[in-house]
């Protein structure tokens, strides 16, 4: 796979950015060090049967990946599932109608096959590109933040702008949840005679 030259590209900031361009037998030519964003956003293909065609396209997709940045955002999707038991008026054994006070229609509310008292969570970051035509999702990574070039599904989610508060506000909730199940486990861990004392003696679960 030897280096054939380098590539001089602009599509992010003010900055020029030096690429390595290489030669594998039985493949083609290929360049080096490119970010997963930008090889989702401009579905850069891998391999090119001669370096001018590489080189011609590159250019063609810095051009398209600029434009495509200006109309990329970074968002939060979020999705709630609850058990009818807990967000709906019970009105006989196993059977449910309608939210009660105060729950929220845009939690998705399961009557069956979910444990009795369930409740969950789920939330992704993303970035949300769109080109007028149509909407894609790019999914991110929460360590480092990179955008990867694969896609994500919206569907069933809600869908916030990113912001640091935000994220820390979902992030508090996972952090509740954890301290919901340590507090329960000491009733789930104890002997049944120590349960029952656990349970006469008033104490409670979730603070």
Known sequence: MPKIGTIRLFYEGADVNIHEIHY???AGFYVKGLSQ???????????FQTEQALRDDLHAACRKYR???KKSKMV???RFEASAEICMNKVGDGSFSGFLNGVSRKI????AGLPRATFGIDFKIASCVNDGVEK???????SDFAISQYTVRPEGYQEIDFSEERYAFFIHIVESMKKMVVSASSFF???PDQAISFIENKQKLIS
């Open 24 to 26: 594998k037998q039985n």
């Open 37 to 47: 964003e930008f090889k989702g956003l401009t579905d850069f293909p891998l391999y």
């Open 67 to 69: 434009e495509l940045k």
């Open 76 to 78: 939060i999707l979020y």
């Open 108 to 111: 998705k509310c399961n009557s």
């Open 136 to 142: 894609k999702y790019y999914g991110v990574k929460e």
């Open 189 to 191: 861990d104890a002997d």
